[in-house]
């Protein structure tokens, strides 16, 4: 069966083709991604609008481009995928608006997908893929949460965030201290030249005795040591800054995930999302997860952020699981809000 993904929830337009047997895990035929990034940058930030009318663009061109790189035509898929949610409702609407209509033309079913299931299931299209069950820290521009994953569909939430995520974090400190949008990469380029332990910053709720985050009075703290610097900080001196701010977030992402992997018992970590691409926190899940016997996999790096493959594969192995078949091509929703344990 070939399962064509579409992901249009926020700024990168993504399409993938992806092709499973009854069992085994899905292989992906080609993926083709186009980021609004330099689009968005003048604003500093995602504009709904703009976002929907460039997913409108560019989903077609990047299907026909996921179709050529895999040598196969149109009629060849089975099944059409798409983001269901969460997502900007407009950007949403795009994606499950064509993948439907193009279901309807090829007379084939649709399947709606949760964006952070796609995120969580990432790394089964990696050259080490994991095995079930695992603790999965899904860290991205919207959410921050550790699950007990004990099989598709079956997802345990054991903490999240109570205020913003852990992207949010990167990207808003980036934001005040000038870094541009999205901050998160900046951010961590800069990080490379600074002191971790040049400013005191705190880690939220690292010892709270439970699995949740809060991450908004990072940004406070953040705010306030920029703010001493003065209108023109020394370059070393923000350098400083975004290595201390990056510290302070993966301590806490850290701790709390090997937490979790102590409370669960179980000796396996999936890291997926944007900010899973941070070479810093790999490096510390790294050395942690060594010392404590746990193997951790993440997505390949190119798939940490958005894509159409993620969505093509989640669609995939829900299909194989048996929970999901395709709807017929007609009426659709998309849902801007929706906690991944409301998936059935
Ligand atoms: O998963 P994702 O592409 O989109 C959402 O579903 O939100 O994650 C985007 C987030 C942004 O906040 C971005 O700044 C962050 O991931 N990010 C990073 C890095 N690459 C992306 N954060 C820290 N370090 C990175 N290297
Ligand atoms: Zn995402």
């Given at each position: 069966m070939k399962v064509l993904g579409v992901e249009s929830s926020c700024d990168e337009t993504g399409v993938a083709l992806v092709e499973c047997a009854e069992v085994g895990v899905p292989r992906l035929l080609a993926h083709a991604l186009h980021s609004q990034v330099s689009m968005h940058e003048a604003y500093g930030g995602v504009v709904p609008e703009l976002a929907s009318r460039d997913h409108i663009r560019r989903v077609i061109p990047l299907t026909e481009c996921v179709l050529a790189d895999a040598g196969c035509a149109l009629a060849d898929i089975d099944l059409v995928a798409y983001t269901r949610g969460p997502g900007l409702a407009g950007a949403l609407l795009v994606g499950a608006g064509y993948a439907v209509a193009l279901a309807a033309a090829l007379e084939r079913p649709t399947l709606g997908v949760h964006h952070l299931e796609g995120h969580l299931l990432s790394p089964f299209l990696s050259a080490d893929p994991p095995e079930f069950p695992f603790v999965a820290l899904l860290v991205s521009g919207g959410h921050t949460q550790l699950m007990r994953v004990?099989?598709?569909?079956r997802y345990e939430l054991l903490g999240e965030t109570i205020d913003d995520a852990a992207g949010e974090a990167f990207d808003k400190s980036a934001k005040l201290m000038g870094l541009?949008?999205?901050?998160g990469p900046a951010l961590s380029r800069l990080a490379q030249r600074g002191r971790p332990d040049a400013f005191p910053l705190p880690r939220p709720?690292?010892?709270?005795?439970?699995?949740d985050f809060s991450f908004a009075g990072l940004k406070t703290a953040v705010m306030t040591q920029h703010r001493k610097l003065g209108p023109a900080p020394a370059s070393e001196a923000l350098a400083d800054l975004a290595a201390a701010t990056q510290a302070a977030i993966v301590d806490v992402l850290a701790a709390k995930a090997m937490a979790a992997l102590r409370r669960t018992g179980l000796r396996r970590l999936v890291v997926a999302g944007g900010v899973g691409a941070n070479a810093e926190l790999r490096r510390r899940l790294g050395q942690a997860c060594g010392r404590a016997g746990v193997r951790v996999h993440y997505p390949e790096f190119e798939l940490?952020?958005?894509?159409?493959a993620m969505i093509a594969l989640a669609a995939a192995m829900r299909v194989q699981a048996g929970l999901a078949r395709g709807q017929a091509a007609e009426a659709f929703d998309v849902r801007p809000r929706w906690p991944l344990q409301d998936i059935h």
């Amino acid at each position: 069966m070939k399962v064509l993904g579409v992901e249009s929830s926020c700024d990168e337009t993504g399409v993938a083709l992806v092709e499973c047997a009854e069992v085994g895990v899905p292989r992906l035929l080609a993926h083709a991604l186009h980021s609004q990034v330099s689009m968005h940058e003048a604003y500093g930030g995602v504009v709904p609008e703009l976002a929907s009318r460039d997913h409108i663009r560019r989903v077609i061109p990047l299907t026909e481009c996921v179709l050529a790189d895999a040598g196969c035509a149109l009629a060849d898929i089975d099944l059409v995928a798409y983001t269901r949610g969460p997502g900007l409702a407009g950007a949403l609407l795009v994606g499950a608006g064509y993948a439907v209509a193009l279901a309807a033309a090829l007379e084939r079913p649709t399947l709606g997908v949760h964006h952070l299931e796609g995120h969580l299931l990432s790394p089964f299209l990696s050259a080490d893929p994991p095995e079930f069950p695992f603790v999965a820290l899904l860290v991205s521009g919207g959410h921050t949460q550790l699950m007990r994953v004990d099989g598709v569909g079956r997802y345990e939430l054991l903490g999240e965030t109570i205020d913003d995520a852990a992207g949010e974090a990167f990207d808003k400190s980036a934001k005040l201290m000038g870094l541009g949008y999205p901050g998160g990469p900046a951010l961590s380029r800069l990080a490379q030249r600074g002191r971790p332990d040049a400013f005191p910053l705190p880690r939220p709720l690292l010892h709270s005795g439970d699995l949740d985050f809060s991450f908004a009075g990072l940004k406070t703290a953040v705010m306030t040591q920029h703010r001493k610097l003065g209108p023109a900080p020394a370059s070393e001196a923000l350098a400083d800054l975004a290595a201390a701010t990056q510290a302070a977030i993966v301590d806490v992402l850290a701790a709390k995930a090997m937490a979790a992997l102590r409370r669960t018992g179980l000796r396996r970590l999936v890291v997926a999302g944007g900010v899973g691409a941070n070479a810093e926190l790999r490096r510390r899940l790294g050395q942690a997860c060594g010392r404590a016997g746990v193997r951790v996999h993440y997505p390949e790096f190119e798939l940490c952020t958005d894509n159409g493959a993620m969505i093509a594969l989640a669609a995939a192995m829900r299909v194989q699981a048996g929970l999901a078949r395709g709807q017929a091509a007609e009426a659709f929703d998309v849902r801007p809000r929706w906690p991944l344990q409301d998936i059935h």
